[in-house]
């Protein structure tokens, strides 16, 4: 008989000591998890299932990276979406996917033998904006699907659905989204601090060969205002150099010369959309 083989990707490999820094983010949301977690102690005393969290911060500061480590951790499948998915032309269509989300993410975690998913939703903001009258209809069919399908979520089914959603735009939010029962946990993701950067940077420098003179706490100074994303963008730039000057090593001035590469290109790309 021929043995299924699972998808690898359903629970992400992402650890939380994968993610530098944010220690205050990742603490209060491991918290949270644990009620993922013993689910069935908590029902006994009647506490109220979780059902969202919601991670707000700017760009590139590792929210997704958050929400696949929350998977991993509560070893739930893991499935991600964003809000621009769910902006159609026909209305109806936006809800019918949420309807979709909920019942794939069901699926996914019965045919891979895991009792909890958790549905990522990046750019939440996109459908769960303040409402804006009527000519956003479909916008609010499908927070309204939304609603009603974390309304509906309850210890239980088999399956534990947890939604994490993602967004820079929290003071956009309808309060709808936010009462107790929906998305009641807010976890801030913050622009890395100097410790943080030097911690992004040494997992990002990780496989990479670094030359002696490398001081990663200089670069860390250097590089404030930097998010994880752009930092990640820095070790790589810096590694494209040292390999064009034929260096077997990443060398200080790579790294130096990196960080104005990253700070050029978002200069150029904020001009570019200007
Ligand atoms: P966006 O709001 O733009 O979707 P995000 O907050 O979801 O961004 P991620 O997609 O998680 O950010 O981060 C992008 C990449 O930046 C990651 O894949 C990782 O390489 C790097 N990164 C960001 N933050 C961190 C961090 N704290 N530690 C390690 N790497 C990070």
Redesign the pocket.
Known sequence: KKKILHSKEAVPTVSFDQ????ERAKKELREALDFLIHRHHIRQYGIRPLKGILLS?P???????MAKAAAHYTDSVFITTSGSEFIEMYVGVGAQRIRELFHKARKEAKKNNKNSAIIFI?EIDVIGGQRAGSQHREYDQTLNQLLTEMDGMTTDRKVQVLVVA?T?RKDMLDSALLRPGRFDRHIT?DL?DKKARMS?LK??THNKPLADDVDLEQIGVETFGF???QL?SLTNEAAIYAMRNGSDKIGQRHLSEAIDKVMMGEKTDREATQ
């Open positions: 993610i530098g820094g944010q911060g760009p590139g500061t590792g929210k997704t990276l990046d993602a820079n993701v890395p992004i997992l990002h998010s994880g994303a990640e």
